[in-house]
């Protein structure tokens, strides 16, 4: 199973920027799905951002048009986030799935069976 380390996080001011970045232990470009999700305690861990097997790319409406998601190099996935709200404020998380899972399943954290292990967002009005 794939390893996968994040790093990136930190506390910003709204309205400003971040770029998580995922390092994986083996190449993961076109061929698994890898994707960002997000959770705050309490909460359901929800996706932000995927890159499936393919090459499609989706993401969730709260992020749309303000977080890119990006595979810099065979095993480096990145999050650039832009115009970040307190809402942004969680625990964002790496995930893998070494298959094609299509538009309905790539933001579902069901498909994915290796996460790592975290890094914290924390947005300040």
């Known amino acids: 199973q794939v390893q996968l380390v994040e790093s990136g996080g930190d506390s910003v001011q709204s309205g400003g920027s971040l770029r998580l970045s995922c390092v994986a232990s083996?190449?993961?470009?076109?061929?698994?799905?890898v994707g960002w999700f997000r959770q705050a305690p309490g909460k359901e861990r929800e996706g932000v951002a995927a890159?499936?097997?393919?090459?499609?790319t989706s993401y969730a409406d709260s992020v749309k048009d303000r977080f890119t998601i990006s595979q810099d190099n065979a095993n480096t996935l990145s999050l650039q986030m832009n115009s970040l709200k307190p809402d942004d404020t969680d625990m964002y998380y790496c995930?893998?799935?070494?298959?094609?899972?299509?538009?309905?399943?790539?933001?579902?954290?069901?498909?994915?069976?290796?996460w790592g292990q975290g890094t914290q967002v924390t947005v300040s009005s």
């Open positions: 995930a893998a799935e070494p298959r094609w899972l299509g538009r309905w399943y790539r933001l579902s954290r069901a498909e994915y069976n290796s």
């Open positions: 890159i499936d097997s393919d090459g499609s």
């Open positions: 083996e190449n993961t470009y076109r061929r698994y799905s």
